[in-house]
């Protein structure tokens, strides 16, 4: 059964950094692509970030792009968002999603629960 | 960027009615679009892909269709379960992917 479980939210300061974590089981980790999307509160999904198979191809929204990095680590079969300089705007939740093959342009078929990150002073 | 335009925003409906609700796109994307399923405090759910594919574990009374521009997600006999928000995402000309403003699905 294919599991993810989001984890690293929280409440933070304009300007600060937060690391997401999805822990990932369930499928062979690095054959599927992975994905970033956030909904802001009464707000619709946003693409965020994507990430290939093997690590090699990141791809971000122009709203996160030079702030957010994305990366994944094969032994832990977790996926990461590193995010830095956050703003309001930010404030969202989280939710990591996996793509039905290796290519990061694609359609999440599993997603997890999400995870709330709260940017405010 | 591909604009993904959702109608209508609300669909009041009741159990056992049909469902319809559209996705304009404006730019061609072929068929490259899903359908997702979500509900509050839940993990939104791929119910569609590729226009009109059931992705696995999807009762057989949601189909999709559509190519090009204009998309349609019908629900043939709503289900109290099926009450939710639809979202339409396309991954035809990325990044970035993007996704429509949602159709509120609620019980008449």
């Known amino acids: 059964e294919v599991q993810l479980l989001e984890s690293g939210g929280g409440l933070v300061q304009p300007g600060g950094s937060l690391r997401l974590s999805c822990a990932a089981s369930?499928?062979?980790?690095?054959?599927?692509?992975m994905t970033w999307v956030r909904q802001a509160p009464g707000k619709g999904l946003e693409w965020v970030s994507g990430?290939?198979?093997?690590?090699?191809?990141?791809y971000y929204a122009d709203s996160v792009k030079g702030r957010f990095t994305v990366s994944r680590d094969y032994g832990k079969k977790t996926l990461y968002l590193d995010m830095n300089n956050l703003r309001a705007e930010d404030t969202a939740v989280y939710y990591c999603?996996?793509?039905?093959?290796?290519?990061?342009?694609?359609?999440?078929?599993?997603w997890g629960q999400g995870i709330l990150v709260t940017v405010s002073s | 960027e591909i604009v993904l335009t959702q109608s209508p925003a609300t669909l009041s409906l009741s159990p056992g009615e049909r469902a319809t609700l559209s996705c304009r796109a404006s730019?061609?994307?072929?068929?490259?679009l899903a359908w997702y399923q979500h509900k509050p405090g839940q993990a939104p759910r791929l119910i569609i892909y590729?226009?009109?594919n059931r992705a696995t574990g999807t009762p057989a009374r949601f189909s999709g269709s559509g190519s090009g521009t204009d998309f349609t997600l019908t629900i043939s006999s709503l289900k109290p379960e099926d009450f939710a928000v639809y979202y339409c995402?396309?991954?035809?000309?990325?990044?970035?992917?993007?996704f429509g403003q949602g159709t509120r699905l609620e019980i008449k």
């Open positions: 999603a996996k793509a039905p093959h290796s290519g990061p342009g694609s359609y999440g078929d599993y």
């Open positions: 369930g499928f062979t980790f690095n054959a599927y692509a």
């Open positions: 990430i290939s198979g093997r690590g090699a191809d990141t």
């Open positions: 730019q061609n994307i072929n068929t490259y």
């Open positions: 590729d226009a009109s």
């Open positions: 995402q396309q991954r035809s000309n990325w990044p970035p992917i993007t």
